[in-house]
Structures are given as C-alpha cells and as structure tokens.
C-alpha cells in the first residue's frame, strides 16, 4: 500500500513538477502538528465563547496585541537567518544570534515597561499590569523562540511539529484553567506570558544539547538578519495594528467579534503556511534558475488546493457557529470574508526570497505591501467600520503577493 501510494506520488510529479514524495512526507508531520494546535487553539475558542465575557475577551486580546505590536522592534529577521545557517551545517550561529537577540529584546521591553506606567496613571491597572509582564518576559522568550529555526533548517519537521504543539497546547491549558477559575483577563495574561516563557526556554535548551554539533559560524547570517528585521517591521505592525484599531475605536466586545471571525481562517492559513516552511530548505539547497521557475507553478497549485476548502468554509460557517460559538453569530459574515485570505498566499515567494537571501527584494515587497497595508487598515475602519479592516487585509494581502512574484523574476 505504502509503495503504490509513492508511486501515485511520483506519477504526480509530471504534473506539479515538484517533489511530491518530500512534500507529503513532511507536511504529514508539520500537518500532523499542525492539526493539533488547531484543535487545541478551537477547543480553547468553544471553551472561552461559552464562560468568558466578551469585554474581557477583548481585553486580554488587546495586551497581547499589544506586546507583539511593541515586540515589532526585535530582532524578528534571526529566525529566517538561521533557518539558512543551519541549512548549511552553520550550528554555532545560534549561540551568536542567541545572545544578541536577549539583549536587544530589552528595547521593546523599555517601551512596554514605559507604556505600562502610562497606563497606571491612567488608573487602567489591567492594562498596566498586563502590558508590564508581557514586556518582563519578552527577553527570554525572543531568545528560546530561535529552537524553532535550528529544527527548521536542521529538516527535523517531526520534533518541530512536536514542539510547536508543546508550545502552544501547554500555555494555552494554563490561561483556560485560569479563565475557569478568575475570570480575569489579567491573569490570564499574566499566565500566558509566564507559561510561554518558560515553555519555550525548556524547549530551547533541549534543542541546544541535542542537535548543536559544531561551532561553525555564517558569517552572512548576521548581515541578512538585521535587513530581515528591518524589513519584518513593516509586517508585525500591519499583523498587530486592526486589534489596536478596533480596541482603540470600539472597545473589547468588537475586538472579541473580530478575533473569533478570523478564529477558524487563521486555523486554516496555519495549513497554508506550511508550505513555506518546507520550501525554505529545499529552495537553498536548489540554483537560483531552477528555484525561481517552480515558484510560479507552486503558488497556482497552491491557490487550486486552497479553493475549495473556502467555498467549503463559506457554505458551513453559519453551522459552525451556531453549534461552536453561538454566542458569536456576529462573527459569521466576516468569518466568511476572511477565508478568503487563504487564496492569496505568499509563503511559496516570500520562501523563495528568505532562500536567497533577496535583501533589496524583501525591503521592497515590505514597503510595498506592509507600508501600504496599515493606511488602508485605518481608512477601510474610518469609512465601514470592523468590515473595512477585513477588506483592507485582502486588498493588503493581493497586493503583497502581486509584487512577490515580480520580484522572484529579478532574483
């Protein structure tokens, strides 16, 4: 059974011209893992929908947003960097990247510190409170987060997969029973920043004994990463700024009605992305000639699989909510907007870019698309409210992807 499937598998491949066998080997496990943060990230949706008030939903989402929306001053760019070092049997940039990137996570954490007294005079001590842990934490967690690029570029997908449930299942459990027992967005968010801190350290080390076998360092790889962080800026604000928009302008119930409509989209993109993350690894070790003709055939087949995964989402939506989140039929048209995010995906270029090491590229479709993102964000919430800002994210995204393909043809 498993050889015919394998040769169903290489049949394929006149078609999609790629590695078949290598895709489905390793999205089996990042789908694998992926599948079971999606089903931890809805059982926690169903459970919050049903006990936990809307306004403080709202709340608790705003300080995390408001952390990552900070947190857009780190060195962000470590990650792709690394995944190429160790591609290249470069180990010893982690130890390197490791260090810079704690002590240079004390820049967002100076500001979050900062804005957290603003708070307190304020009198707003849950905002204050939440804000100032989150800044607290964000060193440790900056630094332990790099794991995830050693297993990345190391091609270890199972124990990545394994790992990244491990850190999203084990916080996630954390801040529930919390929510169970205080109702109390602050301490939920206390608990999520401390259980993902410590999480992601244990996980860090496990992963610096196991599989640091050299200390050989990419000289390149600190140039390309302060570009990439540069250039990630633009993204993690674009990323983080609808929830401070909507919170700023609405309050929490709105910013509630928004995340659980793009609760399930996300789930799903989380697929998608996977994509990107085993092609970084297999464009690297391709030339630049070959690589860049199997991107534009990889995006098309990638917009083909995801089409009828959205229609199917657009006709069950209204079910789902019904039964999972009934407390949230607001939610459904834009729920059924945002699915369409998933035919627009550029983790096939922007994978392509990472590989190359597309500096002046990158800096461009950040510009491009991001720059242009955050003022159509802020006009599409002036002029129509919550539905402007799930419009202005699609119009952001097709812009981002159009440019992503012109400029793979000039890599």
């Not at 140039?223 to 983080?240: E, G, R, Y």
């Not at 995204?397 to 043809?409: A, P, Q």
Request: overall charge positive.
């Amino acid at each position: 059974m498993k050889q015919r499937f394998s040769k169903i598998l290489r049949w394929s491949e006149k078609y999609t011209k790629t590695d078949m066998v290598y895709v489905f080997k390793n999205m089996s496990f990042l789908s694998g893992g992926q599948f079971l943060n999606s089903l931890v990230t809805l059982v926690f949706a169903i459970f919050i929908a049903n006990i936990f008030p809307k306004e403080g939903y709202g709340n608790y989402k705003y300080i995390l947003s408001t952390v990552a929306l900070v947190n857009s001053l780190a060195l962000t760019g470590l990650g792709p960097a690394l995944v190429r070092a160790f591609s290249k049997g470069c180990d010893g940039t982690l130890k390197q990247f490791a260090k810079i990137n704690f002590f240079w996570a004390f820049l967002p954490a100076t500001i979050l510190t900062a804005l957290s007294v603003y708070y307190y005079v304020k009198g707003n001590m849950l905002l204050s409170v939440g804000i100032l842990v989150g800044g607290l934490t964000l060193p440790f967690i900056e630094r332990s987060a790099l794991h995830t690029s050693v297993l990345n570029g190391k091609k270890l997908f199972k124990k990545l997969s394994l790992f990244s449930f491990l850190r999203n299942a084990i916080p996630t459990l954390m801040v529930a029973i919390t929510a169970y027992f205080t109702l109390n967005p602050l301490y939920m968010a206390v608990v999520y920043f401390l259980s993902t801190s410590i999480v992601l350290n244990i996980l860090y080390y496990h992963t610096v004994a196991v599989h640091i076998e050299n200390n050989k360092v990419d000289e390149e790889a600190l140039h390309l990463a302060k570009h990439t962080s540069v250039i990630n800026i633009f993204s993690l604000i674009s990323d983080q700024i609808d929830n401070v928009i909507i919170f700023q302008g609405l309050g929490g119930t709105a910013l509630a009605i928004y995340n659980f409509a793009e609760a399930i989209p996300n789930v799903i993109q989380g697929f998608v992305k996977q994509v990107g993350v085993i092609a970084v690894p297999k464009f690297v070790n391709q030339d630049v000639k070959t690589a860049r003709e199997t991107v534009f055939r990889k995006t098309l087949v990638l917009f083909l699989a995801s089409l009828p995964v959205a229609l199917l989402y657009i006709v069950c939506a209204p079910y789902i909510f019904k039964i999972l989140f009934p407390n949230y039929i607001d939610s459904v048209f834009l729920s059924q907007i945002m699915i369409l995010g998933i035919l627009i995906s550029s983790s096939i270029t922007i994978a392509f870019l990472d590989s190359q090491k597309a500096i002046r590229a990158k800096y461009i479709l950040s510009i491009v698309s991001n720059v242009a993102k955050i003022p159509i964000l802020i006009l599409g919430f002036y002029w129509y409210g919550v539905m402007g800002i799930v419009i202005g994210k699609l119009v952001a995204k097709m812009i981002g992807l159009c440019t992503s393909l012109i400029l793979v043809k000039q890599v």
